[in-house]
Structure formats: C-alpha cells, structure tokens
C-alpha cells in the first residue's frame, strides 16, 4: 500500500460518474432555489479538485463546448491517463494539473465560475482542505458556484469500526491496497459470522458490510484506506466553508431540497420552528440519517424575485431521458422510503415529455399545474432525480468531442451514455456514491 500525504496512490480511482457535479444541473438545481447562477450560455470556467482520472470532467468538456475545464489532482498516474486521453479523443477545451491542492491554489491567477470537489474533503489532510478554502476565497468569481461532496453525521458513525479495521488491516498487508482491502473484508466477514458484538448490538451493520462486499476493492480502498477518514457535522463543514465569503445555498441533490418529500412528515413541523439555519440543516441530518452530502456554496448570491424566477424558469426546456417511463403512475425509491407519483399529476407530463423538449412555460399549461408552478417544479425535480428528465443545455453549440468520447467508453465497455444536448450523462448501470 502506498501513499502520497495519507492517501493512497498505488490504485487508480474505478469510473464514477455524478451528474450532479455537471454545469447544467448545478445551474438549474440553484437556480430552482431561486439564486441568480453563472450564464453558461456564454464562456465559462470549471475547476475540479481531485479529478481522478478524469470521467466527470472528460465528460463535462465533451457535452460542454462553451465551457474551459481544469482538473487537478496530485496522482501523477492519475493525470497522466487523463491528460492522454483528452489529446487523443481531440477533447479541447480542457486541462490536467498534477498538482497538490494547497500548492495549487498558491500559484493559480485564474478565476472560476464553478469549482466543485467531490470525494476529496473528508478524506485528506488539513493542508489540502487548507486549499481548497484558499481557492474558494481567492478564485471565485461573484455568482460562483461551489459544490462540495463530504462525509456527515449522523450517517457516517455507522460506518467508523469498519474503516479502522479496514484501515489497520491494510497496513499489515504485504501489497497493494487491493489486497489489503481484501484482507480486511475478509475479517470482517469472519467477525460478522462469528457474533462479535458490533454485529450483534448493531444489525445494521452487519447490512452495511453486506452491501461493501459488491462494491469493487478498489472503490473500498479510495474510500477507508485514508490516514483522514473524517465526517463532519454539516454545521460545522459550513461554518468552515462560509469563512471564504460563500454562502450556503442547498443541495446539488434535487430530491433533498424538497423538505416536504425528503424529510419525514411529523418531523416537517418541527424544522418550522428551529431558530438558525445550523440547527436546521443538524436536524435534517438526523431526520434523514445522512451519510454524506453534496452541498452547493455560493459567492454573493443574488435572490430572484418571483417574477423574474419565473420568467428564468418558464425559458428553461426539459428533454425526457432514454429510461423515461409510460404516462401513468410513478413510484420513486428514495433513501427514505418509495415516494408515489400520482398519475393524475405525472401522466400528463410523462405524455408531454414523450412528444419532445418541453420548456417549463409549456408544461405549466397542463392542467394539474396551471397557477401551480411550484407543483410543476417538484415533479420535475422528482423527474431530475430519477434520471427520467433533464434541463437542455442553454446554448446548443455542436459537441464534436462527444462523438469520439462516446465511442471509446463502448469500447472500453463502460456504462456510460453521453447526452450532449443535456449537457451530461447517464449511468446504464448502477454505481456507489
């Protein structure tokens, strides 16, 4: 096992992709919020830390002409197979830096419109989060957005025994952290079947480690063979972020922005009546039993008022996905149990959709939502949400790139389809957050 400040460097990150990282989502989720956001129609600029080898960003650039991608990550295998792939597949307008993230932030003078990180806060030392705040504070741009992905509490408690046995077992192995990992999965296992008392004092555990065994090894060893495994409380992550001058704005996560859905009902009145924002969003955390969160920080945000929200809203078009459903009645399956989708809202929708873009003034004309576009705004969320539904790019200059991006991911057989007009892509498999 071999690692570079705490973190492991001998295997190469397996693809994950996260639509919820991508500029038009990021845009549209907070502008639903009502925040003016960055006009991507025109020239923007995209910095990712701790890219990876890059999909999430290949991928943006790709499906995003109008865009300048920057990816950073110190893994010199890391950027080196991204670097080569991007020359290859003739993909422009994007970049690779190895590169610390603290060291970075000291020699960088551009600005940015988005700088998002995901997987990298809670699993790197102080020094790296160190810059990422230094690049938030000196490098982004009024409007900007921040995405921020990170381990919390309360969820994440449940997961620390399982880390430190992975994390002791690894150092003990003799090889890399593939084999350490599953080394120590193997223990586990024989103490999950032996009745040690985690196990038997916590069945949900023994769930957890169940769920771990079908992930990938070397997805489990990115994730626990850190020497900072490190949840946070949500308050204090934002109490830390908003030094740099950004506010807290919501969750790239369409479905938690959505109290009235995401959050238990006999809990809702209770959120009504907390006295600070921190307090809120803690006991959100409880009432879900939040593991991590994808939170969006914002540099001098500006609040729409209900007209021009609206007329924002009414120019944004909608394309249904290839999974979409048949007109009829939904059931969505979210972390806190399956959700219905009555018919008599989602069939005339899922009909339009099926016709073609729809822009949101245009589905506001169907009845259900006719002086109801915050009803609208929730089902198409949910839409979001599911992978059924998602925003049009805003400019729709050709993307060559995607073409040659496409083809590769089928040769690499990897299950990933590109929607350049959405300006992202889908999963055609399921994958780990």
């Known amino acids: ?30 502008q639903t919020l009502g925040c003016s956001v960055p006009d991507i129609s025109k020239p923007y600029r995209y910095c990712e830390l701790g890219c990876g080898p890059g999909i999430n960003l290949l991928v943006a650039a790709a499906c995003n002409p109008a865009g300048q991608f920057t990816g950073i990550d110190f893994n010199q295998a890391h950027i080196a197979s991204a670097q080569a792939l991007a020359k290859k597949l003739n993909i422009e307008n994007i970049r690779f830096i190895e590169s610390g993230f ?53 969820g ?6 399982i880390q430190k046995v992975l994390h002791e077992a690894a150092k003990a192995t003799e090889g890399n952290s593939v084999q350490g990992i599953q080394n120590g999965m193997q223990l586990l296992r024989i103490l999950a079947n032996n009745g040690a008392g985690l196990f038997v004092d916590n069945p949900e555990i023994e769930k957890e480690l169940a769920a771990l065994e079908k992930e990938l ?61 921190a307090l809120r969003e803690t006991v959100k955390d409880m009432a879900r039993h939040q593991h991590q969160r994808l939170d969006v920080f914002q540099s001098s945000p500006q609040t729409l008022d209900f007209k021009n929200h609206l007329v924002l809203m009414d120019k944004t078009v909608f394309n249904a996905l290839p999974n979409m459903p048949a007109p009829g009645s939904l059931a969505f399956k979210t972390p806190i149990g399956t959700i219905p989708g009555p018919a008599e809202m989602f069939s005339p929708l899922l009909a ?50 995607c073409v040659n991006l496409q083809a590769w991911l089928d040769k690499q057989q990897l299950p990933l389809r590109l929607l350049p007009e959405c300006g992202t892509a889908i999963m055609t498999q399921t994958q780990a957050s």
């Open 156 to 161: 994440a408690a449940r997961l620390s025994a």
């Open 1 to 30: 096992m071999q690692h570079r400040d705490g973190y492991i460097i001998d295997v190469s990150y397996p693809l994950h992709f996260h639509k919820e990282m991508q500029p038009v989502w990021l845009c549209h989720t907070i």
């Open 352 to 401: 339009a959709l099926a016709q073609g873009p729809q822009s949101f003034y245009e589905l506001r004309q169907i009845p259900p939502f006719k002086a109801e576009p915050g009803l609208l705004l929730q089902a198409l969320n949910m839409l979001m949400w599911a992978d059924y539904a998602h925003p049009v790019r805003a400019e729709q200059e050709t993307a060559p790139a």
């Open 217 to 277: 090894p070397a997805y489990l060893a990115h994730e626990f063979l850190t020497d900072y495994w490190h949840p946070q409380h949500s308050a204090d992550l934002h109490r830390i972020v908003c030094q740099t001058g950004v506010s807290f704005i919501g969750s790239a996560d369409s479905f938690e922005n959505m109290d009235i859905l995401s959050i238990p009902g006999n809990i809702q009145p209770i959120l009504k009546n907390l006295p600070s924002q």
């Open 102 to 154: 603290e060291e970075f932030a000291t020699n960088n003078s551009e600005k940015f419109d988005f700088i998002v990180s995901h997987g990298t806060w809670s699993w790197l030392p102080p020094k790296a989060q160190a810059g990422i705040l230094q690049l938030i504070y000196q490098s982004l741009k009024p409007q900007g957005l921040v995405y921020l992905h990170y381990m919390c509490y309360p």
